[in-house]
């Protein structure tokens, strides 16, 4: 008789086994509340040990960090696509605004889920406010410089920008960070009549 097999797990570095950690809490933000999720939960997902988590993350604020890390580059890029855009015609404006809704149709829960979080640690609330002032910031600019170049009538861009993107935030959480979740293309017509009314003078596309 041949001896046993025995099979180990492919030995992992600590990079991959992070980046596993952080993957596995994205995935449980987009299937239940923040509140119920904790070292046990996660690690379940992984197949790994309570041991392991704590040689990562401090707990799971900590993780959620991780998580703001990885979704709020995305979320700049976005941004920034966004804002540049601006300087060009209302028809590619639409087009890249469609990217930030599909953001959002990829991410809505776990951002929803970080709002969360933030009311609950003083840390992830810094974290995540300053990810929303980047994108505010952005906004600014783009408004100022729509008014600069006289396509705007000036008013005060970074109130202005502030309302938008709160409101568009706190839209697409409720449209699509939570089931029922809002047709797509309803949600890209609602967000696109907000942005273009203010932008553009109710330029259509």
């Keep these: 008789m041949s001896a046993p097999v025995h099979r ?9 086994t992070r980046s596993q950690i952080v993957l596995a809490m994205l995935e449980l933000l987009r299937e239940q509340p923040f509140r119920e999720i904790g070292v046990e939960t996660v690690m379940r997902r992984t197949g790994h040990s309570r041991t392991v988590f704590y040689r990562h993350f401090e707990d ?9 890390t990885e979704v709020g580059g995305e ?13 060009t015609s209302p028809a590619e404006a ?8 599909d ?10 889920a970080i709002a969360a979080a933030a009311h609950h640690d003083a840390t992830v609330d810094a974290a995540y406010g300053q990810m929303v002032e980047g994108f505010i910031a952005m ?31 706190g839209y697409l959480g409720d449209a699509l960070g939570q089931e029922p ?7 890209l017509e609602t967000v696109w009549t907000i942005w273009t009314r203010t932008l553009y003078g109710g330029a259509s596309a």
């Design 75 to 87: 979320l700049v890029e976005v941004g920034a696509d966004w804002a540049a855009v601006e300087r």
């Design 139 to 169: 906004t600014t600019q783009a408004i100022e410089a729509r008014i600069a170049r006289g396509e705007l009538e000036p008013l005060d861009a970074p109130e202005v920008a502030r309302a938008l993107v709160r409101m568009l935030n």
């Design 103 to 112: 953001f959002y149709v990829r991410h809505g829960p776990v951002v929803r």
């Design 8 to 16: 180990t797990r492919p030995r992992q570095t600590p990079e991959q």
């Design 60 to 68: 799971i604020p900590s993780l959620v960090l991780a998580v703001i």
């Design 94 to 101: 639409r087009a890249r605004l469609e990217r930030f809704v």
């Design 181 to 187: 979740f809002t047709d797509r293309e309803r949600v």
